[in-house]
């Protein structure tokens, strides 16, 4: 078994910061891409940024220069740095990983979801 697990989310006022992290756990036999997904109510899921394991970044427009992705490989964990939040920056936000499990092939996890809430 395999599990994502996201946390750092909450409410915030605009122009604040968060700090979301996910970490995979389970029998993992290695990651690639890890990446961080959005959706708002009523609107479909998108990428926000992702991470490759080399350290290769790509952003959405709608964050460029305001988010910051990271992810530490030894402990499993992909990061999310959001400042300078604005209201359509709410949102559920998703950790997504594209790993090799124990017994398994390659494939996407997903993790439960955090709610960002941003107040103007």
């Known amino acids: 078994q395999v599990h994502l697990v996201e946390s750092g989310g909450g409410l915030v006022q605009a122009g604040g910061s968060l700090r979301l992290s996910c970490a995979a756990s389970?029998?993992?036999?290695?990651?690639?891409?890890m990446a961080w997904y959005r959706q708002a109510p009523g609107k479909q899921r998108e990428l926000v940024a992702a991470?490759?394991?080399?350290?290769?970044?790509n952003y959405a427009d709608s964050v460029k220069g305001r988010f910051t992705i990271s992810r530490d490989n030894a402990k499993n964990t992909v990061y999310l740095q959001m400042n300078s939040l604005k209201a359509e920056d709410t949102a559920v936000y998703y950790c997504?990983?594209?790993?090799?499990?124990?017994?398994?092939?390659?494939?996407?996890?997903w993790g439960q979801g955090t709610q960002v809430t941003v107040s103007s």
């Open positions: 997504n990983a594209r790993l090799l499990a124990v017994a398994n092939t390659w494939g996407d996890y």
């Open positions: 389970g029998r993992i036999l290695g990651i690639t891409a």
């Open positions: 991470i490759t394991s080399g350290g290769s970044t």
